[in-house]
């Protein structure tokens, strides 16, 4: 199996403004009890290790604590800027009408592995391309939290689930069905980086569906059991 067992660092620091971080932690191992959890650092990162979907969702409970963070400080800044507007209200009913409103947008967030992320971005492209919505993704290590931008009205809203719905399906589908495999380099040399190159070149012909993900010191083979244990038999020879 691939995707069973992840390590991903989070950075808490952007809580620090909002909570006392310790207490996160401890509502975090609450929220979370499969998951192991390092110690909390000074610069607030801690290092969390566990099953892909308990990470997961330790991850959209994050996500959703921020966004309600986010929408007390909107509130909050709001209640602010009253008496700024009120003093605008005043002003030519012509200047009001030609102020432009800012266009709302709805947001959805899911968090996949950036393994699968990559997979299906090279292969599935139109998974990650929905239909009057705007998707990216940051990528954190084992992690990628897939943002889906959609407009703010209900067609809107429905486009973004149904965007959000055909991702995680697809996700969950490849989890089935993947397999990652990591061969290290030995001298770590530009050389061998070369050949090393030049023979995935050679291999993609045959294994069309297979992903290839370099880096400086081992790279990672992704695809089916069968495509991933044929490369890496070419490989090793």
């Given at each position: 199996q691939a995707f069973l067992w992840v390590r991903s660092t989070l950075n808490m620091a952007v809580f620090r403004d909002h909570l006392v971080l310790e207490d996160l932690v401890e509502e975090m191992k609450k929220q979370s009890p499969d998951l192991s959890f390092g110690p909390l650092q000074r610069d607030g990162q801690i290092a969390v290790q566990g099953s892909f979907p308990a990470l997961r969702g330790l991850r959209e409970f994050l996500l959703l604590k921020a966004k309600s963070l986010s929408e007390e400080d909107s509130r909050e800044g709001k209640s602010l800027q009253r008496p700024r507007r009120k003093l605008q209200e005043h002003r030519g009913a012509a200047e009001v009408r030609n102020s432009p409103r800012e266009a709302l947008t709805e947001k959805q967030v899911l968090v996949l592995d950036t393994d699968i992320y990559h997979y299906m971005k090279c292969f599935l492209p139109r998974v990650l391309q929905g239909c009057g919505v705007v998707i990216s993704g940051v990528t954190d290590g084992d992690i990628t939290t897939v943002c889906i931008e959609s407009p703010g009205s209900k067609a809107?809203?429905?486009?973004?689930?149904?965007?959000?719905?055909?991702?995680?399906?697809?996700?969950?589908?490849?989890?089935?069905?993947?397999?990652?495999?990591?061969?290290?380099?030995k001298?770590?040399?530009?050389?061998?980086?070369?050949?090393?190159?030049?023979?995935?070149?050679?291999?993609?012909?045959?294994?069309?569906?297979?992903?290839?993900?370099?880096?400086?010191?081992h790279f990672d083979l992704v695809g089916t059991s069968v495509d991933v244990f044929g490369f890496t038999e070419e490989v090793k020879r």
């Open positions: 809107g809203a429905a486009q973004g689930s149904k965007a959000k719905k055909m991702i995680e399906n697809h996700s969950v589908e490849l989890q089935k069905i993947l397999r990652k495999e990591r061969i290290r380099f001298e770590h040399s530009r050389a061998e980086k070369q050949r090393y190159r030049q023979l995935w070149e050679r291999l993609r012909a045959r294994y069309p569906g297979v992903l290839v993900i370099p880096y400086d010191t």
